[in-house]
């Protein structure tokens, strides 16, 4: 395990790579539908109107996002903005608060700020909508799909073809696991056992997006959130390293989640789910891409991003907006790589483009 933060957490390789791409976005999207489901690294304002303390509908997020802040929880654009575009889509695709009519056809963003993969995930925060809600969210959305399409076998024809990401787990460790005082589950597992668990919930919740029509899913590992400014403020390891037990217990569950990938690839051969390595694609030397403020955020510090605060000028150079979350310049290279792999371990066993091509 790294310990400094040239293994810091999110992808840190040049923005020209995104470019590299970009040819294969122009003309029709290269799938029908992009479906999301996540924490608040994907939402897209799914939490604007519940009771919650997770909520990024106010400046300065936003601040470089074309329609101002709308509830991501960055500066600008999220890394399944930069995947939707990656995949040809003209336009944002819509949160499952916004979406109506015929939106739905084109896909679904029903990621919530502090949700999990387990039930009591982030609930000190107030309301989010845990995957299990978000399951529920979905099949909503299929029933509006088959009654747009004129029955199940149309809808499932179109949900075949589309391309699914999830990307949770970090608040079952940051809003649960790692808040003692508040959660119990330090206490009733090891962080072994606490993998195990996540995993074994996890795997019952992708069954049932399988069984609602997801063939091409691509799961997001766990970055290093060890590194995280938050973390970094509750936890005081020496100066320049990250909070090694977080991330060792964060890789526990990566290890695991590749291995259900496999399991999963193996159980339905009518469908392909791969493993984006988040970790692995953020553990570059970070000053290589330009960032030069690792441990603490554009805005907020350790502490948090206040509505109307004033954040940074120089948001290119700071690898987290807030306490938690990345900026938009950091996102631009990690979905350019979950889309396009560059190394053989950015992805196993295919990147999200060969996904949307199969």
């Not at 040049?14 to 690294?41: K, M, R």
């Not at 039930?119 to 029933?143: F, M, P, S």
């Not at 691509?218 to 100066?239: N, Q, R, T, V």
């Not at 789910?273 to 988040?278: E, M």
Request: net charge neutral; hydrophobic share 40%; proline share 5%.
């Amino acid at each position: 395990m790294a310990s400094t933060h040239q293994k810091i957490w999110w992808s840190v390789f040049l923005t020209l790579l995104l470019s590299n791409c970009q040819h294969e976005v122009d003309g029709a999207p290269q799938v029908p539908c992009y479906f999301i489901f996540g924490d608040s690294l994907s939402d897209s304002g799914n939490n604007n109107l519940l009771v919650t303390k997770a909520k990024a509908n106010f400046k300065p997020y936003g601040i470089d996002f074309p329609l101002g802040p709308t509830g991501r929880f960055t500066n600008g654009r999220t890394i399944v903005d930069f995947i939707s575009e990656l995949l040809g889509f003209h336009g944002f695709i819509p949160s499952f608060v916004t979406a109506t009519g015929k939106d739905v056809l084109q896909g679904v963003n029903y990621a919530s700020g502090a949700a999990g993969i387990r039930d009591e995930t982030g609930q000190h925060l107030g309301d989010r909508i845990t995957l299990t809600r978000q399951l529920i969210n979905y099949q909503l959305t299929v029933a509006q799909i088959a009654t747009l399409l004129g029955g199940a076998a149309a809808a499932a024809d179109q949900l075949s073809k589309c391309v699914f990401t999830v990307g949770i787990g970090s608040n079952d460790y940051i809003n649960n696991y790692f808040l003692p005082n508040l959660y119990p589950t330090s206490k009733e597992f090891t962080p072994e056992q606490y993998a195990t668990a996540l995993i074994a919930q996890y795997s019952l919740q992708l069954k049932t997006l399988h069984v609602f029509g997801a063939r091409k899913v691509a799961l997001f590992g766990l970055g290093l959130i060890g590194c995280a400014p938050a973390e970094l403020a509750a936890f005081s390891p020496p100066k320049g390293t990250c909070v090694d037990n977080i991330n060792s217990a964060v890789q526990l569950f990566n290890d695991k989640l590749k291995s259900l990938v496999n399991d999963l690839n193996t159980e339905f051969t009518d469908s392909k789910f791969t493993y984006i390595n988040i970790y692995g694609i953020g553990s570059g030397d970070p000053k290589a891409a330009g960032f030069k403020v690792t441990d603490s955020g554009c805005c907020g510090g350790r502490t948090g991003c206040a509505p109307s605060a004033t954040p940074c000028s120089n948001r290119r150079e700071y690898v987290f907006f807030d306490e938690f979350h990345p900026t938009e310049a950091v996102n631009v290279n990690l979905a350019a790589r979950a889309y396009k792999s560059s190394t053989p371990s950015d992805v196993s066993p295919i990147d999200i483009h060969t996904l949307a091509h199969l």
